[in-house]
C-alpha cells in the first residue's frame, strides 16, 4: 500500500455513514441474534474456534448479515474474500478460486468468500462454485434478503448450513442509538450532540428492525440541526420525525415477505379475524402492492373458504375488484377494506374446494365410466336412433322440481363429492338436500 492508498482509506473511514462506521467488530459488539449467536449457540463456538463451513445468512435488510460476515473476518485466521453479486461476475469468482488455490498450496490456509447478495448469480454463476465448495478449496458464506429454499441452488443449500436473521428489537436499536449519538471514536460524539429518549422511542420504533434505517436517521439529525443557544444539537421528536419518517416495512413485492404477508392475509380472513385482515391489507398497500392482485386473493378466499356458507362472500369480492379497478388508489382502499372485513366475517365453508378436489382427483386415476345415455344430447338429428335423452325425467314435471334419477356414470353412481357443512347457509342446503333425498326413500317404501 503507498502513502496515496493510505490517505484514500482513511479519507473513507471518516466519510463513511455512520452505519458503516458502528459496525461491531466482534462477536461481543453483535446486537441481537441471540438464537443464533448466543454464546451457547453453534455458531458462535464455530466462528471462536475458527471451525466455519459453509453458511447462508438470510434475513431482511439491517439485522446483520454482513456485519456478521465481517465479524468472522476479523476473527478467522482464513483468507477473506468479499465480493457482491450486483457487480461481480464469473471472472471475480474464476480469480477468487485461483487465490484461494495458491494461498492453500503454498500457506495451507483457507480462503472463506463472502458474496453479499447471493440471490443475484443466475444458476450458471451459482454452479460454478459448487465444486470448489465441495473439494473444499473455498468456505462459503453467502447473505440475501430472499428466501434461500426459493433462491439459492439446492446443491449450494445441501453443503451449507442456512441461519435466519430476525429484525432486531426496538430496545436492541435504541441501545445502538444511544451509542451512536456519544461514540467519539465512531459515532457523533464529535458533535457533542443529545438525544431525548422521546426521540429514541420513536426512532427505534419506525426502524421496522432495521439497525441501519436508525442510524441513517441520527446521523442526518446530528448533522442538518442547528445548535441551540446553549451552543448544543438536540435530537427531539420533532427532529427524530422529519429523519425517519415512515416505518421500513420489511416487504418486496417480488420477494419472500410478498409471500408471507399475502399468506398472513389469506389465513385471517379464513380464520375469521377481520382486524388482522385489515391490518395485512394495510400492509401490503402501504408498501405498494398492486390492488388487482389484493383483489384477486379476496375472491379466491371468498370461494374457496366461504363457499356457499355465505354465497354473498363471492358477490361482494367480485364487485369489489371491478370498483377498484375504476375508482383506483387512494378510495380504492376502502372498497377492499370493505371486502376482506366482509370475507373474514363470514361463516366458513370449504366443501365447495373439497368437492372438486375429490373430482378432479378421481377424474385423473379411475375409470369413471360413461355418461348415462338418457342425459346425452339429444337435438339432433338420429340422436334417439342412439338412445340418446330416451327415458330423461325433467326435473320441473315433479312435485318440488325434484325427481330421483341417476346423473353420475355406473361406475361412480354412489360418490358424494359435495357435502355442505352446517356453517350459514350452507346449512339450508344441506337440509333441503337430506329433505328431497329422504322423500324420495319415503316415496319407495
Known amino acids: ?18 452505519a458503516v462506521r458502528m459496525r461491531p467488530r466482534t462477536l461481543d459488539e453483535m446486537v441481537g441474534q441471540s438464537h443464533i449467536i448466543g454464546k451457547d449457540r453453534l455458531l458462535y463456538r464455530a466462528i471462536k474456534a475458527d471451525k466455519i463451513s459453509s453458511l447462508i445468512f438470510y434475513g ?13 473476518a476479523n476473527t478467522t485466521s482464513a483468507q477473506f474474500v468479499q465480493m457482491n453479486a450486483t457487480t461481480s461476475g464469473k471472472k471475480d469468482m474464476e480469480q477468487a478460486v485461483r487465490q484461494a488455490k495458491d494461498i492453500f498450496g503454498m500457506y495451507g490456509n483457507r480462503t472463506i468468500l463472502f458474496i453479499d447478495e447471493i440471490h443475484r448469480f443466475n444458476k450458471a454463476q ?35 448450513k442456512i441461519f435466519h436473521l430476525e429484525p432486531l428489537s426496538g430496545k436492541d436499536i435504541a441501545g445502538l442509538i444511544r451509542i451512536a449519538v456519544t461514540d467519539d471514536e465512531r459515532g457523533m460524539g464529535a458533535y457533542g450532540a443529545e438525544i431525548t429518549e422521546e426521540a429514541v422511542s420513536f426512532i427505534a420504533e419506525m426502524a421496522g428492525g432495521d439497525a441501519r434505517a436508525a442510524l441513517n436517521a441520527v446521523e442526518l439529525g446530528v448533522m442538518t440541526t442547528e445548535p441551540g443557544e446553549d451552543g448544543k444539537i438536540v435530537i427531539d421528536l420533532n427532529v427524530a420525525q422529519e429523519c425517519i419518517q415512515r416505518k421500513a416495512l420489511n416487504y418486496d413485492k417480488n420477494g419472500d415477505n410478498h409471500y408471507d404477508v399475502i399468506s398472513a392475509f389469506i389465513k385471517s380472513m379464513r380464520g375469521t379475524d377481520p382486524d388482522a385482515a385489515v391490518f395485512y391489507l394495510a400492509r401490503m398497500l402501504d408498501a405498494g402492492e398492486d390492488p388487482k392482485f389484493i383483489a384477486r386473493r379476496i375472491m379466491i378466499c371468498a370461494s374457496e373458504d366461504v363457499g356457499n356458507a355465505d354465497p354473498q362472500a363471492l358477490q361482494v369480492a367480485v364487485a369489489a375488484s371491478l370498483a377498484v379497478e375504476r375508482v383506483g388508489l387512494p378510495e380504492g382502499r376502502i372498497i377492499l377494506s370493505q371486502a376482506a372485513s366482509y370475507v373474514a366475517s363470514a361463516p366458513k365453508s370449504n366443501a365447495c374446494i373439497m368437492a372438486i378436489d375429490k373430482a378432479q382427483e378421481m377424474v385423473k386415476r379411475a375409470d369413471t365410466g360413461q355418461v348415462p345415455p338418457y342425459l346425452r344430447d339429444a337435438h339432433y338429428g338420429g340422436a334417439r336412433d342412439l338412445g340418446h335423452g330416451i327415458g330423461y ?19 361412480i353412481r354412489d360418490e358424494r363429492f359435495y357435502i355442505p357443512t352446517e356453517n350459514g347457509y350452507e346449512k339450508k342446503i344441506k337440509m333441503h338436500l337430506e329433505h328431497l333425498r329422504n322423500r324420495e326413500e319415503e316415496e319407495n317404501a
Open 60 to 72: 431482511p435488510p439491517g439485522t446483520g448479515k454482513t456485519t456478521l460476515a465481517k465479524v468472522i
Open 126 to 160: 451459482q454452479d460454478y462454485l459448487l465444486p470448489y465448495v465441495e473439494d473444499g478449496t473455498i468456505v462459503l458464506i453467502g447473505a440475501t434478503t430472499e428466501n434461500p429454499y426459493f433462491e439459492v441452488n439446492s446443491a449450494l443449500l445441501s453443503r451449507s
Open 1 to 18: 500500500m503507498d502513502l496515496f492508498d493510505y490517505m484514500r482509506m482513511e479519507r473513507k473511514k471518516q466519510e463513511s455513514p455512520l
Open 393 to 411: 325425467r325433467y326435473a320441473h314435471d315433479y312435485p318440488e322440481h325434484y325427481v330421483k334419477q341417476q346423473y353420475l356414470p355406473d361406475a
